[in-house]
């Protein structure tokens, strides 16, 4: 069964600009997490989607949203990038709602310059 | 979000000795979760627990989840070069708390 994918794997954008991230989940999971992952601040979770509804938040900025799609692909969008953006966001996914037994993708490397 | 305490930062042992790390948490969980993380790539689940006192074993890896709730052990026996990595305990309730990690070296 193949995994969790993430595209892209690296990323460089400038202060200011946009950014789309997409996941593609473990074929027949229906919940996708998003995490960011930085040195000082470690692993910290962004927001859960299920069934196309966001299910639970973390505490990030509105700068940060995401969807998901009806086959269960999930994209984050950060807007007006700011150098500390810079991270490597993660996504995992699992069967069913709750984080239980997530697995986690290879993540986008993110550079903001 | 307040992570977890998680202990000790950092290990460098021998090829075929145990090792023990911890967190600790001042809230209650319902699900406390180990992971592994190679460098480049991301954590990979170890071990999932789901009801206080549970002690579940995986291999070489025995993880257990507090009696409180607001603590999980994992254990590595006769650790090998493979082991190295950084390993993450992670808690679930509404949303997902992790532990900032320990580092394991292993020297063969």
């Known amino acids: 069964k193949a995994g969790v994918t993430q595209t892209p794997r690296y990323l460089i954008k400038t202060r200011g600009q946009q950014v789309t991230l997409s996941c593609s989940p473990i074929?027949?999971?229906?919940?996708v997490s998003w995490y960011q992952q930085t040195p000082g601040q470690g692993l910290q979770f962004l927001f859960e989607?299920?069934?196309?509804?966001?299910?639970n938040k973390g505490n990030f900025p509105g700068r940060f949203s995401g969807r998901q799609f009806s086959n269960s692909r999930s994209e984050m969008n950060v807007s007006t990038l700011e150098l500390g953006d810079s991270a490597l966001y993660l996504c995992?996914?699992?069967?069913?709602?709750?984080?239980?037994?997530?697995?986690f993708g290879p993540g986008t490397r993110l550079t903001v310059t | 979000g307040q992570q977890l305490n998680q202990s000790p930062q950092s290990m460098f042992i021998q090829e075929g000795e145990d090792v023990s790390m911890n967190c600790t948490s001042s809230?209650?969980?319902?699900?406390w979760l180990w992971y592994k993380q190679d460098p480049g790539e991301g954590p990979v689940l170890l071990i999932a627990?789901?009801?206080?006192?549970e002690l579940t074993s995986n291999g070489r890896l025995t993880a257990q989840f507090g009696i409180t709730r607001k603590d999980s052990f994992l254990n590595i026996s006769a650790s090998i070069p493979s082991d190295v990595g950084i390993y993450f305990c992670?808690?679930?309730?509404?949303?997902?708390?992790f532990g900032a990690g320990t580092r394991l070296t292993v020297k063969p």
């Open positions: 809230s209650i969980f319902n699900t």
């Open positions: 627990l789901y009801k206080a006192g």
């Open positions: 074929s027949g999971h229906r919940s």
């Open positions: 989607y299920f069934s196309e509804t966001q299910r």
């Open positions: 992670a808690g679930h309730n509404n949303d997902m708390r």
């Open positions: 995992a996914s699992s069967f069913r709602t709750g984080f239980n037994e997530q697995y």
